[in-house]
């Protein structure tokens, strides 16, 4: 069975930091390309970053050089660390893994005051 959660989430002041961390299980993580989408209230589920098993990565234009996603192969663990955010980044964050068949977590709620 495949288990994504999510932790990190919390309340921060514009142009403050949050580490966002997704732990798997029940996939071969190595192999798995690793995605963090986001949701804000009334708008559609966008990507926001994927790291491929070679750790090529790619961003959504709007967090380019503040965010940066990484992985840790040996704790099947993905992280998204998120700098100088902005009130427009408020939403709930999920973790997403996946071709064909995909699978999410339950999302971690981040909130940026201004």
């Known amino acids: 069975q495949v288990q994504l959660v999510e932790s990190g989430g919390g309340l921060v002041q514009a142009g403050g930091s949050l580490r966002l961390s997704c732990a798997a299980s029940?996939?071969?993580?190595?192999?798995?390309?690793m995605r963090w989408y986001r949701q804000a209230p009334g708008k559609q589920r966008e990507l926001v970053a994927a790291?491929?098993?070679?750790?090529?990565?790619n961003y959504a234009d709007s967090v380019k050089g503040r965010f940066t996603i990484s992985r840790d192969n040996a704790k099947n663990t993905v992280y998204l660390q998120m700098n100088s955010l902005k009130p427009e980044d408020t939403a709930v964050y999920y973790c997403?893994?996946?071709?064909?068949?995909?699978?999410w977590g339950k999302g971690t709620l981040v909130t940026v005051s201004s």
């Open positions: 029940g996939i071969i993580f190595s192999i798995n390309t």
């Open positions: 790291i491929t098993s070679l750790s090529d990565t």
């Open positions: 997403n893994t996946g071709n064909g068949i995909t699978y």
